[in-house]
């Protein structure tokens, strides 16, 4: 069966990677099904291939009969950002068996899951206790699979942006660790070409390998600021990961010590796409400049 010819269903297409999914999958032409809790955060989505579909990915009973006719189910649901009061293991793992069990139950042939390179080695943290739960889940279910490792996402590296805008950027260490973030248009083509592959996991990462001090330097040039980068000892960065497991709940600490424990080594995943870091930073500053 051609690519154009399977029914795709698509589900977090309203965070980041997913709305570069959604859009290239309406560029090749996949008929796509959209399931989105807000249609009206859906509406860019819309496209002559696209279905959008209202529903809950933590509630499975709003999932019933959505599946039917579906070849590919695409998930990047996951908790970066959100604040709803639900833990990693309600939405990384259980919103994603609701989507598995599904699929199963409506014979789809392959299931592609987003969780994070090297995922698999920090199964101690909340956030990949959770992701790395689903992989297992997805591994044992039958179906064709395919794991997507990413490394960070260049919509993640606009937390150095905003420590640059105030002129000075704390790193933590000597700032030496290297890494190759990626934009999501890139990351998606690999996420929509998986639909094909038989590989069941995929490690993926940018163009360019950065130090972390390259990184911020590269901020503090787009916002025209000159180089002032603070290095702050590593036993200061377990100090906070232990103040905040042990005075807060996992909803506080887990992103936290999901960014502070990878941060302090190098991660480095084949290297992938064309968009280059400077360029976004540059496009980011020049878009908030425009409508300030
Ligand atoms: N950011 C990184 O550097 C990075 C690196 C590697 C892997 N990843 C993983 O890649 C995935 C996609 O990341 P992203 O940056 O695109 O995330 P994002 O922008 O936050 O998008 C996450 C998606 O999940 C949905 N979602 C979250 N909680 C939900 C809930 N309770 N009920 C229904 N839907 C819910 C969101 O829906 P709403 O829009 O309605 O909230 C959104 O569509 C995540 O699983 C993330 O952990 C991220």
Redesign the pocket.
């Known amino acids: 069966m051609m690519e154009k010819d399977r029914t795709v269903l698509l589900?977090?297409?309203?965070?980041?990677?997913?709305?570069?999914i959604a859009k290239e999958l309406a560029a090749r032409q996949i008929p796509t099904k959209i399931l989105?809790?807000?249609t009206e955060?859906a509406k860019d989505l819309k496209s002559d291939c696209t279905e959008i579909i209202k529903a809950?990915?933590?509630k499975p009973e709003t999932l019933n009969g959505h599946f039917e006719g579906v070849d590919t189910v695409i998930?990047?649901?996951?908790?970066?950002?959100?604040k709803?009061g639900?833990t990693y293991m309600?939405?990384?793992y259980r919103?994603n068996k609701n989507l598995l069990e599904e699929a199963k139950k409506a014979r789809v042939r392959k299931f592609i899951y987003?969780?994070?390179?090297n995922?698999n080695l920090h199964r101690n943290l909340k956030?990949l206790a959770a992701?790395e739960a689903f992989v297992d889940e997805l591994s044992a279910s039958g179906l064709e699979y395919t794991i997507?490792?990413?490394?960070?996402?260049?919509?993640?590296m606009k937390d150095f942006l905003d420590m640059a805008k105030k002129g000075k950027i704390y790193l933590f260490g000597n700032g030496e660790q290297k890494f190759n973030?990626?934009h999501?248009r890139d990351l998606a083509i690999a996420c929509v070409d998986a639909i094909e592959s038989e590989k069941t996991e995929i490690n993926i990462g940018g163009p360019d390998i950065l130090t972390q001090n390259e990184v911020a330097e590269l901020a503090l040039l787009a916002c025209g600021k000159p180089i002032n980068i603070i290095h702050l000892p590593h036993w200061l960065r377990k100090f906070v990961i232990w103040v905040l497991r042990t005075f807060t709940s996992s909803k506080t600490y887990g992103p936290v010590e999901f960014f502070l424990t990878l941060l302090a080594d190098d991660a480095i995943a084949p290297r992938c796409g064309g968009h280059r870091l400077a360029a976004f930073f540059q496009k980011e500053v020049d878009s908030l400049t425009a409508t300030s």
Do not use: H, M, W
Not at 11 to 20: I, K, M, P, Q, R
């Open positions: 589900a977090g297409a309203t965070g980041y990677l997913g709305s570069y989105v809790r807000n955060k809950e990915v933590t998930s990047t649901v996951g908790i970066t950002r959100q709803d639900l309600d939405v990384d919103a987003i969780s994070v390179l995922g956030i992701k997507i490792r990413p490394n960070g996402f260049f919509s993640d973030p990626i999501g």
